[in-house]
Nanobody, 123 residues
């Protein structure tokens, strides 16, 4: 496995924006962002399939955008309208095999995971 490395986390005030990045150089399949808030279980935030079709958790729809730059082998999560409840460690995850069926990956089960990057939103 080639490690996934997230970057872009930090601290911002409510209403602000952040962009997370993850280098996904050898991965061509389902990719996604997940998060784990203090004292809570990890949850899916957004996933994208090999044809760039996306699926979002209800809690982030309209505020977050998942995308990938294939030329730069990078997965992004653009976050805007951030709320204190978005505070969490955010993880990038990816799979090698090309796939169009990724909606179910919001519940987890991804092949390879990054170590996470902390996002803190203050009120």
């Amino acid at each position: 496995q080639v490690p996934l490395v997230e970057s872009g986390g930090g601290s911002v005030q409510a209403g602000g924006s952040l962009r997370l990045s993850c280098v996904v150089s050898v991965y061509n399949g389902c990719m996604g962002w997940f998060r784990q808030a203090p004292g809570k279980e990890r949850e899916g935030v957004a996933v994208i399939n090999s044809a760039d079709s996306t699926t979002y958790a209800e809690s982030v729809k309209g505020r977050f955008t998942i995308s990938k730059d294939s030329a730069k082998n990078t997965l992004f999560l653009h976050m805007s309208g951030l709320k204190p409840e978005d505070t969490a460690i955010y993880y990038c995850a990816a799979e090698r095999q090309w796939s169009l069926v990724c909606r179910n990956r919001l519940s987890g089960g991804m092949e390879t995971w990054g170590r996470g990057t902390l996002v803190t939103i203050s009120s």
